[in-house]
């Protein structure tokens, strides 16, 4: 099969790839540029370990093809941080003990960011509806509410 | 190594308190390296074929077409991993589930391999193998494996543990009996009695991670192997058995594991790996789908299992007994055994007898899940407990306590228990204030309790101080959940110097002595250990280099605070050495300075643990919401509070998936219908509330701090204290887990009609 | 001289005997002993037995000793998960 050259952004960077028409996004971040924050769990969309924001929108990059990527925005766990210091929420995870094994924690991040760039104040249930779509084995989420409650007290004191 | 009593007076300077972990800024920023996430140089991805039929006799695998195609560079059968395991019939298990020998025994059973030079080139290779099946009657229900008219898996597996040994093969592959007393006698003396039916479906570990490895093999026999895994030493055994490879030869590197509770503790996919670049004389990339992970991974046991107990109307249990069937998949394990032993280890019992039938089925192998077997039978037998209690009209709490095991119980499954914290667990549930709550329509509470043993096992650490006073902690034990934290606040403690001056890694096999896996919430207990062993190997070290530079002897040096200091009225003016001091100078002195512990820790402590919840029942639909959730467990001693938090809350979140929603469904045709995360549903965020959890201490007499292993406990209880939520809120006792809203409807419909 | 209680299947593989008296000092002559004086309890020492003593269980410690008079308990060698 012929491949696609994609031109898009990356975590405010631009980059250049070349895939097959039918490799996934998260194939792309993984395999082409070496971006493995991003984690393959299901590969149908149902565990958001592959959770990123393209344009805005939080998307499971395991249902995004690499090309629809072309002239836009894509934000991964890896861009985050500035630096050295941490992003609030990395930071909160840390604190509250909102991770054991971690593998779901890139995704987690990622759609935590997502919620409260739209919604700076969530309650409780609004937060776990939020996060619905990302899947964790081993807290129970109790401690990842938690950390996102406190990263959002802070991001909105800053 | 015996708990030390002083311990509970000390001022713990490090254990007990909850930092930061060592892993974790690499697992926020995505660095941390997983089973897929690693690379070799001119890899070949690795895909397998695997069947498509429960029960079939493999007649022909014919691969030409196949090899034809460019870009596959190898392809692997039965026939490239000749039998080595003189005739250890565990190890042939484990070589016939990595790839069918003669029969497919489950949908999903691996016939072939392929490695090709990407994904597209593998898929499209496996489509040109042409397998030939003869295909066979199948059966996967575990009541129906057992009848006489059922399909035979193995026409060589006779009932093991009957008397006389039975003439014909069967699907009961063992039988098993613990107890002690005489439960005809205890039943006649009770004045109330429950008999009751129970079944649970079969549930996946769940782990969001697909089993992954990077395998290389070199043509002078050495291999490595990149792969997740809770034990990489057990890994590298069971590769090198059944590859033929030296063990020192093969150096297996433990990736960060995403999750494992048991899935994770044998081989699946990684002597196919090694076959395929042994073959190809490439390294070999090999990942499992999710769809994979379901239809041949290793789940747990779908059970069937009938309680019988007995008491007095004081409320004294009589006599209690439990008939056990648990279903292991093709080939045989403990399961059964398991569920027997524990089935009545929380009580205090003159009279008990448990039954367990190992029953094999065409489903994939089963596996240890978190507590293995414990949780089902614990469902069984907290349901009818909770049932007794009320029929001879004591409140549920009041009725265990009663009866609880305590010092000096004789258990059920035999020894007799030193301290244990079940009696605590309940009085703490008894005075908690989830306990007390008032309840709405519709709702109610249920509480259980749970056991588990814990164990020890094989371990080796290595602390090596460098020479600018900061310490490395090399472990074998595999880190799941946070151990590497735990782990340096025990170096830390001992060696009297700050956490952050220790930094733990998990040393691959290369580097270490042999350590058993991170199972049987062996984890901390055993590398604490070990921990604390090579940290005082390093003091005394330290103390003799102190005493050589002060040249006093080394009798007169003692080590406080992270300091040796000379002993003494005469030392009067010798200024006491820190580590970092001693450790600076260590090139002169003799050496770097380092203490090493190769152990076996043993003598284990049992927990036990209590929960309680709040379940709303909608009458109408079936549908349930959790409302409150608590758990008491006893840690003997919480190293990272935190942590040891993590754990209760997860155990328990696996159980209210469990007793919920999870489950296995089959088809008529033998296969598995719900291989994915969509239909196999894991509780989510918004299903549950936030889990309180309560540590109780009652240390383990043969750990130093009194550690006792946490992991595994918090998963046994849920079941049952669902269950009996469930059905107060309902207004009908619920037998069949999981208890989707189809199944409480149909339950309320019934007892409306009846 | 000590008293060794041995699990259902066990006790049947040693011919029905629940309890059987051995004269052992630690748990690799009690195995050893438990092999020759009964050839069909072998497999299943092969196979792996825990071995409680007063109540606490060692899975691998062969040079743990039997203290006279101790509560000794045989079990299948537990696996966890």
Redesign the interface.
């Known amino acids: 099969m012929a491949g696609v050259a994609v031109t898009t952004t990356i975590n405010g960077d631009e980059v250049e790839f070349l895939c097959q028409p039918d490799e996934t996004l998260l194939d792309v971040l993984r395999d082409r540029l070496g971006l493995t924050g991003a984690k393959e769990g299901c590969g149908t969309g149902d565990c958001g370990a592959c959770s990123v924001i393209l344009d805005d929108r939080l998307v499971c990059s395991c249902l995004v093809l690499g090309a629809e990527a072309q002239g836009r925005q894509v934000e991964t766990v890896e861009g985050m941080a500035r630096g050295d210091k941490l992003h609030p929420l990395q930071q909160k995870f840390l604190e509250h003990a909102a991770l054991q094994c971690g593998i779901c924690t890139p995704g987690f991040l990622i759609a935590a960011k997502d919620l409260l760039a739209k919604n700076p104040d969530p309650t409780e249930e609004e937060i776990r509806f939020g996060l619905a779509g990302n899947l964790c084995r081993c807290t129970g989420y109790d401690k990842i509410v938690r950390a996102v409650q406190d990263a959002a007290t802070v991001m909105k004191g800053a | 190594m015996g708990f030390d009593p002083r311990h509970l007076e000390r001022n713990f300077k490090s254990v007990g308190t909850?930092p930061?972990?060592p892993?974790?800024?690499d697992?926020?920023?995505?660095?941390?390296?997983?089973g897929?996430?690693f690379n070799m140089a001119g890899q070949l991805v690795g895909r397998v074929l695997r069947s498509p039929h429960a029960h079939a006799r493999i007649i022909k695998i014919d691969t030409s077409k196949a090899e034809k195609l460019a870009g596959v560079k190898a392809i692997v059968t039965a026939a490239d991993l000749p039998d080595l395991t003189d005739g250890n019939s565990?190890m042939y298990a484990i070589l016939d589930n990595c790839m069918a020998r003669e029969k497919a025994l489950y949908d999903g059973h691996a016939v072939a391999a392929v490695a090709a030079v990407d994904a597209?080139t593998a898929k499209r290779a496996l489509k040109l193998i042409e397998v030939t099946y003869e295909v066979l009657p199948h059966v996967t229900d575990v009541d129906e494996a057992m009848k006489s008219t059922a399909p035979v898996l193995h026409d060589t597996v006779f009932t093991?543990?009957v008397?006389p040994k039975p003439d014909a093969p069967s699907n009961v592959a063992?039988?098993?009996?613990?107890g002690h007393g005489d439960v005809e006698a205890g039943f006649s003396q009770a004045d109330f009695v429950v008999e009751r039916s129970f079944k649970t479906e079969q549930t996946h570990?769940?782990?969001?991670?697909?089993h992954a490895c990077v395998a290389n093999t070199s043509p002078d026999g050495t291999a490595e192997l990149w792969v997740c895994t809770q034990g990489h030493f057990v890994y590298r055994q069971h590769c090198a058995e059944l590859l033929g490879l030296d063990v020192s030869k093969l150096r297996v590197t433990s990736s960060?594991?995403?999750?494992?509770?048991?899935?994770k503790?044998h081989v699946w996919t990684e002597p196919v790996a090694l076959a395929l670049s042994r073959k190809a004389g490439r390294p070999v990339k090999l990942?499992m789908?999710?769809d994979e992970v379901f239809r041949a991974s290793g789940p747990t046991s779908a059970t069937s299992i009938d309680v019988k107990i007995g008491a007095r109307k004081d409320g004294t249990i009589t006599a209690a007994s439990a008939s056990l069937r648990y279903s292991c998949g093709p080939y045989y394990?403990?399961w059964a055994?398991?569920g027997a032993?524990t089935a009545f280890a929380c009580y205090n019992l003159e009279n008990v007898k448990t039954v367990g039938y190992e029953v094999l089925v065409n489903r994939p192998k089963t596996?240890?899940?978190?507590?293995?077997s414990a949780p089902m039978a614990a469902f069984a037998v907290e349901s009818a407990i909770d049932e007794l209690a009320k029929n001879v009209g004591i409140d549920p709490v009041e009725f265990r306590i009663k009866n609880a095991a305590r010092e000096g119980t004789r258990?059920s499954?035999?020894?007799?228990?030193?301290p244990i914290g079940i009696g605590p667990t309940l009085e703490a549930v008894k005075n908690h204030p989830h306990m007390k709550a008032p309840l709405g329509k519709n709702q109610g509470r249920g509480m259980a309790c749970g056991f588990?043993?814990?164990?020890?096992?094989?371990t080796c650490t290595d602390i090596n101080i460098g020479m600018d006073g900061s310490v490395s902690l090399a472990v074998g034990t595999v880190d799941?959940?946070?151990s590497r934290a735990s782990l340096s606040l025990v170096a830390a403690e001992e060696l009297g110097i700050a956490y952050e001056q220790v930094k733990a890694v998990v040393a691959d096999t290369s580097s270490l002595g042999y350590n058993d896996m991170t199972?049987?919430?062996?984890g901390t207990f055993s590398s604490s250990m070990a921990t604390i062993s090579a940290a005082r190997n390093a003091i005394q070290t330290l103390r003799e280099r102190a005493a050589q530079t002060w040249d006093i002897p080394v009798e007169d040096v003692v080590w406080e605070k992270g300091h040796a200091i000379a002993k003494g009225e005469k030392y009067g003016n010798l200024a006491s050495l820190s580590l970092k001091d001693i450790a600076a100078k260590s090139g002169n002195t003799g050496g770097p300075i380092a203490g090493h512990s190769e152990l076996?820790a043993?003598?284990?402590g049992v927990s036990f643990a209590t929960h309680i919840c709040d379940i709303e029942v909608d009458p109408e639909t079936g549908a349930t919401r959790v409302l409150r959730y608590t758990v008491v467990q006893d840690a003997g001693k919480a190293v990272h509070p935190?942590?040891v938090?993590?754990?209760y809350?997860?155990g328990?979140?696996?159980g209210i998936g469990w007793a919920l929603n999870e489950e296995y469904i089959y088809g008529s045709d033998g296969r598995l219908q719900n291989p994915?995360?969509?239909d196999y549903r894991?509780?989510?965020?918004?299903d549950?509330p936030?889990?309180d959890t309560q540590i109780l201490e009652i240390p383990n007499p043969?750990h130093p701090y009194g550690v006792r292993g946490v992991g595994?406990t918090s998963i046994v209880p849920p079941l049952a204290a669902i269950a009996n939520a469930v059905s107060n809120a309902a207004g009908v006792r619920m037998t069949h887990i999981p208890m989707s809203p189809p199944r409480i409807l149909a339950a309320i419909e019934a007892e409306q009609a009846g | 001289m000590v008293e060794v209680t041995l699990w259902g299947s066990l006790g049947a593989a040693a011919g029905g005997l629940n309890k059987i008296d051995i004269e052992a000092k630690d748990i690799r002559e009690l195995f050893r002993k438990l092999a020759e004086q009964y050839p069909s309890l072998e497999p299943y020492i092969d196979r792996g037995i825990a071995v409680s003593i007063d109540g606490v269980i060692y899975r691998d410690t062969w040079a743990k000793e039997l203290p006279e008079d101790a509560e000794i308990f045989l079990l299948p060698r537990l696996a966890g998960g």
């Open positions: 909850s930061i972990r892993d974790g800024v697992k926020v920023t995505g660095r941390a390296r997983y897929a996430d565990e597209h093991e543990g008397e063992k039988r098993t009996q613990y570990q769940g782990y969001i991670e697909p960060e594991i995403g999750g494992g509770f048991g899935g503790t990942v789908t999710r394990g403990m055994e398991l032993m596996a240890a899940y978190r507590a293995p258990s499954y035999g020894p007799v228990y030193g588990w043993f814990n164990f020890g096992g094989q799941v959940g946070g199972d049987g919430s062996r076996v043993d003598g284990a935190a942590y938090e993590g754990q809350q997860g328990a979140a696996q994915g995360f969509l894991i509780p989510v965020c918004s549950l936030m889990i043969n595994e």
